[in-house]
């Protein structure tokens, strides 16, 4: 990989400044946990030679566990940067970026498990011949799953609907689990928070004690309002426990 010249410039320029400069490489991968998602939270477009921004995320309900920053369009120096969390906990990392043009920093681990993020603030100087540059906030979440409802059912074919009872979810995935009987799930339809509905074309067959695939839901995240379903009971079945995951 080609690293320019440019970054050891910058450190000349900040001599003035204390701290470490660490620099961010052209498509440098995330190196905070391996499992997960990166999403971009928040963009600016920078243009001062030395000056101060803010990135407000704008989701109160995100947890992540780390940040990374890219830069677009022009080289600069992010002299500091400060998380401000969901509570009004501030995080400032010890380290000083120096971005080439088009690069991103290193995963910035935050402290704790998963943080709720309110906004980042950040102080920068551009590089000698620098310009407009484009600064992306990525976040990294961690998937997690958690029972969102439950029913027992015991009719050879009948119908029926979990109610997630929490408006505020945020779900990127479904899945099923049947306890205690095997049975056919024929159809399902998703009710979100908005009133859109998604039917997956899909028939779940359940053994006794299983799980169904992951049922990706459309759109990024969504809210969800219930989940209706239609079934029948396979040969000798009995009472069924239906259980609604979601991942978040």
Do not use: C
Request: proline letters at 4%; zero cysteines.
């Amino acid at each position: 990989m080609r690293i320019s010249l440019v970054p050891v410039l910058a450190l000349a320029l900040v001599a003035g400044f204390t701290g470490t400069a660490t620099l961010a490489h052209a498509d440098a991968p995330p190196t905070a946990a391996s499992q997960g998602r990166w999403e971009q939270l928040g963009e600016r477009t920078v243009d001062a030679k030395v000056d101060h921004d803010t990135i407000a995320v704008g989701r109160e309900d995100g947890v992540f566990d780390a940040i990374q920053i890219k830069v677009e369009g022009s080289a600069l120096v992010m002299l500091d940067i400060k998380v401000v969390f969901g509570n009004g906990e501030t995080f400032e990392p010890k380290t000083r970026l120096v971005f080439d043009k088009n690069s991103a920093s290193r995963a910035i681990d935050l402290p704790g498990n998963k943080r709720t993020i309110k906004r980042v603030e950040f102080r920068y100087v551009d590089l000698p011949g620098g310009g407009r540059a484009r600064v992306s906030l990525m976040g990294h979440e961690i998937p997690s799953w958690e029972q969102l409802g439950e029913r027992t059912v015991d009719a050879k074919v009948d119908r029926d609907a979990i109610t997630v009872g929490r408006g505020d979810g945020l779900f990127t995935a479904l899945q099923i689990k049947v306890e205690g009987s095997a049975m056919v799930m024929l159809d399902i339809k998703v009710v979100f928070g908005n009133g859109e509905t998604f039917e997956p074309k899909t028939r779940l067959v359940f053994d006794k004690n299983s799980a169904s695939r992951v049922i990706d839901l459309p759109g990024n995240k969504r809210t969800i309002k219930r989940v209706e379903f239609r079934y029948v009971d396979l040969p000798g079945g009995g009472k069924a426990h239906v259980v609604l995951m979601g991942r978040s």
